[in-house]
């Protein structure tokens, strides 16, 4: 497995913004799949923003509107936009990668290569 590494967590209130940030020195990141995950106190391990490696994005009906996935080829740097956060948010999040080609399951934590070791996101009301 590659390293990933997260940064960018943090205690907010509710209605505020956090931006999360991954990156990894091992592999670029614009020939991956890529996803951010998390694990709220269900230890439900949920995917909340991917990307493909053509551009198409998901995202659960959760956070829809709210949180944006997105990428800076030069930096090799994948970003989540959090926007008026919710008590129910608080979890850790985890980035992860993956191959790209075949077909995509963004949802499907299993397929999944390579994983950083999470950023604790604490929304407070």
């Known amino acids: 497995e590659f390293q990933l590494v997260e940064s960018g967590g943090g205690s907010v209130q509710a209605g505020g913004s956090l931006t999360l940030s991954c990156t990894s020195s091992d592999f670029i990141f614009d020939d991956q799949d890529m996803a951010w995950f998390r694990q709220g106190a269900g230890n439900e391990c949920e995917v909340v923003a991917a990307?493909?490696?053509?551009?198409?994005?998901y995202y659960p009906y959760s956070v829809k509107g709210r949180f944006i996935i997105s990428q800076d080829k030069a930096k090799n740097t994948l970003y989540l936009q959090m926007d008026s956060l919710k008590p129910e948010d608080t979890a850790m999040y985890y980035c992860a990668a993956k191959r790209g080609g075949g077909s995509w399951h963004p949802r499907v934590a299993a397929e999944y290569d390579d994983w950083g070791q999470g950023t604790q996101v604490t929304v407070s009301s």
């Open positions: 990307i493909h490696t053509e551009g198409n994005t």
